[in-house]
Nanobody
Framework: QVQLVESGGGLVQPGGSLRLSCAAS????????MGWYRQAPGKQRELVAV???????NYADSVKGRFTISRVATKNTVYLQINSLKPEGTAVYYC?????????WGRGTQVTVAS
């Protein structure tokens, strides 16, 4: 009964920043990896960033240099710092956690980039 709860989404101007949070119901080190995905209107869900239990990170080419995934283990929380937001960043952002073989998903948080 893993729960992932995202927060931090909202309306932001182009070029602005947000920090998304994903609070897990158990230790983040119990997962093989955790990550963030997003789904824009009319598009498929795509991987944005991932961090393994060992701390290795990876990013989609479209967000490299602007997004940063990090974690605070004592809070069971993974973050996504989003900088220099573009209109195409508008999407529902989902937290993901991968167990030994089982993926878990949060319900998502909406990010809207508009003037």
């Amino acid at each position: 009964q893993v729960q992932l709860v995202e927060s931090g989404g909202g309306l932001v101007q182009p070029g602005g920043s947000l920090r998304l949070s994903c609070a897990a119901s158990r230790s983040i080190f119990s997962f093989v990896s955790m990550g963030w995905y997003r789904q824009a209107p009319g598009k498929q869900r795509e991987l944005v960033a991932v961090i393994t239990s060992g701390g290795t990170t990876n990013y989609a080419d479209s967000v490299k240099g602007r997004f940063t995934i990090s974690r605070v283990a004592t809070k069971n929380t993974v973050y996504l710092q989003i900088n220099s937001l573009k209109p195409e960043g508008t999407a529902v952002y989902y937290c993901n956690a991968l167990g030994d073989s089982t993926p878990y998903w949060g319900r998502g948080t909406q990010v809207t980039v508009a003037s």
